[in-house]
């Protein structure tokens, strides 16, 4: 089979990038993968190639796009942490939309007009209803969630002004691994709600659940989780409609399914075998209730479906990928 055209992955070491990175070199694109190792997490694969750098590095950008016939751009390099993002919101805007344009204004220099653009359900906010459709209001409560409406709106007048196509792909949670690649969430900290788990059940450390009192079937949050690789299919399924002429577009990735905290605390107990010790706290801020995606647009237009999303194959695959990350010493203990 004939290769494919080169795609420059930005953030490509990261969780959902190194997947998708992944799954590009898989269907036969040339991947490089340009990310600054913020987590300094092991990512050395033979199917990439790497480049180590800050992604508004104009030196660097100017050089990748000079020397590669690089067919299109995704954008995973993010700052991510939304109680980070309140205290330090400049550092988000910085990364998250300054950067960002630095990143478009190249693009643009030297003629590539394709990206596919790592978003957020944070572009929404409190949701006015669930589950939640793309045509619902921006109204976003955190300044992460307030950089990804910006960048979506910078994309959006792009695509007015200049001949500039994009996807802006709006994950719900992000969850899974892919341990026989060694993939999986190396974050530091680490503030996803499996990989904290997995830890609250190996180290018997108690999991702290934020809310007990929402209007929900247990009281707990309710969430909706989608496997990693499902996301990654979604990127390709989002380029190749790029590829095939189509005008911009926004999609909500999804199953349309919500589990609770305590649902997941109870999911991860079994799968481990192990009682998780859970410490009540009070609900944090702006945490929604219910946050569930309508998938029905990107099913219809992208042709995709999750495949890998059934929640203990979740867990079993995020756990696989503990121990293997633990048994190599792939990566330092991970802390709440």
Same mark, same amino acid.
């Given at each position: 089979?004939?290769?494919?055209?080169?795609? $420059?992955?930005?953030?490509?070491?990261?969780?959902?990038?190194? /997947?998708?990175?992944?799954?590009?070199?898989?269907?036969?694109?040339?991947?490089?993968?340009?990310?600054s190792f913020v987590h300094n997490q092991y990512f050395n694969p033979t199917w990439a190639q790497i480049v180590r750098a800050d992604f508004a590095d104009q030196?660097?950008?100017?050089?990748? =796009?000079?020397?590669?016939?690089?067919?299109?751009?995704?954008?995973?390099?993010?700052?991510? &942490? *939304?109680? &980070?993002?309140?205290?330090?919101?400049?550092?988000?805007?910085?990364?998250?939309?300054?950067?960002?344009?630095?990143?478009?204004?190249?693009?643009?220099? /030297? %003629?590539?007009?394709?990206?596919? =653009?790592?978003?957020?359900?944070?572009?929404?906010?409190?949701?006015?209803?669930?589950?939640?459709?793309?045509?619902?209001?921006?109204?976003?409560?955190?300044?992460?969630?307030?950089?990804?409406?910006?960048?979506?709106?910078?994309?959006?007048?792009?695509?007015?002004?200049?001949?500039?196509?994009?996807?802006?792909? +709006?994950y719900f949670n992000a969850a899974g691994a892919l341990p026989e690649e060694q993939l999986g969430e190396q974050h530091k900290p680490e503030t996803h709600i499996?990989?904290?788990?997995?830890?609250?059940?190996?180290?018997?450390?108690?999991?702290?659940? =934020?809310?007990?009192?929402?209007?929900?079937?247990?009281?707990?949050?309710?969430?909706?989780?989608? /496997?990693?690789?499902?996301?990654?299919?979604? /990127?390709?399924?989002?380029?190749?409609? $790029?590829? +095939?002429?189509?005008?911009?577009?926004?999609?909500?990735?999804?199953?349309?399914?919500?589990?609770? *905290?305590? &649902?997941?605390?109870?999911?991860?107990?079994?799968?481990?075998?192990?009682?998780?010790?859970?410490?009540?706290?009070? +609900?944090?801020?702006?945490?929604?209730?219910?946050?569930?995606?309508?998938? +029905?647009?990107?099913?219809?237009?992208?042709?995709?479906?999750?495949?890998?999303? &059934?929640?203990?194959?979740?867990?079993?695959?995020?756990?696989?990928?503990?121990?293997?990350?633990? %048994?190599?010493?792939?990566?330092?203990?991970?802390?709440?």
């Amino acid at each position: 089979m004939l290769s494919r055209p080169t795609v $420059l992955v930005i953030g490509g070491a990261g969780y959902i990038g190194s /997947h998708t990175a992944y799954l590009l070199a898989k269907n036969n694109y040339q991947v490089i993968v340009l990310d600054s190792f913020v987590h300094n997490q092991y990512f050395n694969p033979t199917w990439a190639q790497i480049v180590r750098a800050d992604f508004a590095d104009q030196q660097i950008l100017d050089s990748l =796009f000079s020397q590669h016939q690089i067919g299109a751009v995704m954008h995973f390099a993010a700052c991510i &942490e *939304v109680g &980070e993002s309140v205290k330090d919101p400049l550092k988000f805007y910085e990364n998250n939309v300054a950067k960002t344009i630095t990143l478009l204004q190249t693009m643009r220099k /030297h %003629h590539v007009d394709k990206l596919i =653009f790592s978003s957020s359900c944070a572009v929404y906010g409190v949701p006015q209803e669930v589950p939640l459709v793309e045509e619902h209001p921006f109204n976003p409560i955190s300044p992460y969630g307030k950089t990804k409406a910006i960048v979506e709106t910078i994309l959006h007048d792009a695509a007015q002004a200049y001949n500039f196509r994009s996807v802006s792909l +709006r994950y719900f949670n992000a969850a899974g691994a892919l341990p026989e690649e060694q993939l999986g969430e190396q974050h530091k900290p680490e503030t996803h709600i499996i990989p904290l788990l997995l830890k609250a059940a190996r180290t018997q450390q108690p999991f702290s659940i =934020f809310g007990s009192d929402y209007k929900t079937k247990d009281g707990t949050a309710v969430r909706d989780y989608l /496997h990693v690789l499902d996301i990654a299919q979604a /990127h390709l399924a989002a380029l190749q409609h $790029l590829e +095939r002429g189509n005008p911009s577009d926004a999609f909500n990735l999804g199953t349309g399914n919500g589990f609770s *905290v305590k &649902e997941m605390v109870e999911t991860v107990g079994q799968i481990c075998k192990t009682n998780i010790h859970v410490n009540w706290q009070a +609900r944090r801020p702006g945490d929604p209730a219910i946050l569930v995606a309508d998938p +029905r647009k990107a099913q219809s237009i992208l042709r995709w479906k999750p495949k890998y999303s &059934e929640l203990s194959f979740i867990v079993q695959s995020a756990l696989a990928f503990e121990k293997t990350a633990l %048994h190599q010493s792939l990566i330092i203990e991970k802390t709440a």
